[in-house]
T-cell receptor
């Protein structure tokens, strides 16, 4: 799987939008972009994923650059509960589809 | 659905002891996997299974064994615990394809003295 680069940490104020960037300059045409987050003392949880088009769900939006070399996870109104480590992961199609490569991620702090 | 469950939540072992970390899922998922997470780091894949009777090694398999006799259960065995295996262990499952959501358990915090 291609590598991703994320900032180590970011801060946001409560109820403000948050844009979490991810660079993946070596992404292949078939790689899906997945975002997971890990709340303190919990296992990771799925946030969103996409291939080429921007995606929205109840948790967040995913904006994918036209050349797919970068993407941004958007939390529209940060809450204290959104404080977590956010992982950007590329998933290459393979026979088993099992190996998720988790880097160190971005630690998001939300200030009241 | 209970989702992915793991037992125990905490465990302390002495060097050389063996133990089994339990993982179960009730979503009828084909794929299951074990990860370890060391302080301040991301997750690393230990072993995974694509279905009952089929397992394979991940990135850091040494010192661990797995088996998959049923769809629901995927235990992780530490053969002879070492301090380097002190970590938080997460079990995960997903239905099948590359784009499927992966569901994680709450983790087992293991300390080896």
């Amino acid at each position: 799987d291609a590598k991703t680069t994320q900032p180590n940490s970011m801060e946001s104020n409560e109820e403000e939008p948050v844009h979490l960037p991810c660079n993946h300059s070596t992404i292949s045409g078939t790689d899906y972009i997945h975002w997971y987050r890990q709340l303190p003392s919990q296992g990771p949880e799925y946030v969103i994923h996409g291939l080429t088009s921007n995606v929205n769900n109840r948790m967040a939006s995913l904006a994918i650059a036209e050349d797919r070399k970068s993407s941004t996870l958007i939390l529209h109104r940060a809450t204290l509960r959104d404080a977590a480590v956010y992982y950007c992961i590329l998933r290459a199609p393979d026979n088993y589809g099992q190996n998720f490569v988790f880097g160190p991620g971005t630690r998001l702090s939300v200030l009241p | 659905n209970a989702g992915v469950t793991q037992t125990p939540k905490f465990q302390v072992l002495k060097t050389g002891q063996s133990m089994t970390l339990q993982c179960a899922q009730d979503m009828n998922h084909e794929y299951m996997s074990w990860y370890r997470q060391d302080p301040g780091m991301g997750l690393r894949l230990i072993h995974y299974s694509v279905g009952a009777g089929i397992t394979d090694q991940g990135e850091v398999p040494n010192g661990y064994n797995v088996s998959r006799s049923t769809t629901e259960d995927f235990p992780l065995r530490l053969l002879s615990a070492a301090p380097s295996q002190t970590s938080v262990y997460f079990c995960a499952s997903k239905r099948g394809s590359n784009t499927d959501t992966q569901y994680f358990g709450p983790g087992t915090r293991l300390t080896v003295l």
